[in-house]
T-cell receptor, first 113, second 113 residues
Framework: KQEVTQIPAALSVPEGENLVLNCSFT??????LQWFRQDPGKGLTSLLL?????REQTSGRLNASLDKSSGRSTLYIAASQPGDSATYLC????????????FGKGTKLSVIP | SAVISQKPSRDICQRGTSLTIQCQVD?????MFWYRQQPGQSLTLIAT?????????ESGFVIDKFPISRPNLTFSTLTVSNMSPEDSSIYLC??????????FGQGTRLTVV
């Protein structure tokens, strides 16, 4: 059974700092990995999707990496801003024919002005 | 991408009653998914809803407790029946555009008193 772990559970940083969020998964046979942002009352927003054949994806100040063999992904946020404060979720899809996502519990990020 | 509208955004309900959550998508999709996020926990898939067929429930979830309708390719409902305080959670509707990127509604925050 796939299990996804996110460390740390919470993180507080001053504005402008670069930071890394970590995600690990137990079964390396994944189809893809997706990072989401969750804001209270606003559901989940997809940030980056990495296919199993890819090593990284970038969008603006966000960069996500994937090391499938070691079961790890990182989300790098450059020059953090107070608006980045949210809970960040990592989710893996196990197979090409499977639509099911397995989620971690998330990392709650607070960026202090 | 897909835009998903979910109603209601939040509700406070009496134990023993039922609540129906609606999910509307701005495009036709084959599969829709319902997730539950209990306080402090990760998202857990409740069921997969295909248009024109019975929903497929994950282990630990049953149709009598969480009946689902899927009358067409853009709409689905999830009912939480005979509610107890343990049902207090965020319920989220999701769609996948092929087995790749997943999109979520804003969620329904349910409190059972």
């Amino acid at each position: 059974k796939q299990e996804v772990t996110q460390i740390p559970a919470a993180l507080s940083v001053p504005e402008g700092e670069n930071l890394v969020l970590n995600c690990s998964f137990t079964d390396s046979a994944i189809y893809n990995l997706q990072w989401f942002r969750q804001d209270p009352g606003k559901g989940l927003t997809s940030l980056l999707l990495i296919q199993s054949s890819q090593r990284e994806q970038t969008s603006g100040r966000l960069n996500a990496s994937l090391d499938k063999s070691s079961g790890r992904s990182t989300l790098y946020i450059a020059a953090s801003q107070p608006g980045d404060s949210a809970t960040y979720l990592c989710a893996v899809r196990t197979g090409a024919g499977s639509y099911q996502l397995t989620f971690g519990k998330g990392t709650k990020l607070s960026v202090i002005p | 991408s897909a835009v998903i509208s979910q109603k209601p955004s939040r509700d406070i309900c009496q134990r023993g009653t039922s609540l129906t959550i609606q999910c509307q998508v701005d495009s036709q999709v084959t599969m829709m998914f319902w997730y539950r996020q209990q306080p402090g926990q990760s998202l857990t898939l409740i069921a997969t809803a295909n248009q024109g067929s019975e929903a497929t429930y994950e282990s630990g979830f049953v149709i009598d407790k969480f009946p689902i309708s899927r009358p067409n390719l853009t709409f689905s409902t999830l009912t939480v029946s005979n509610m107890s305080p343990e049902d207090s959670s965020i319920y989220l509707c999701s769609v996948g555009l092929g087995p790749t990127e997943a999109f979520f509604g804003q969620g329904t925050r349910l409190t059972v008193v």
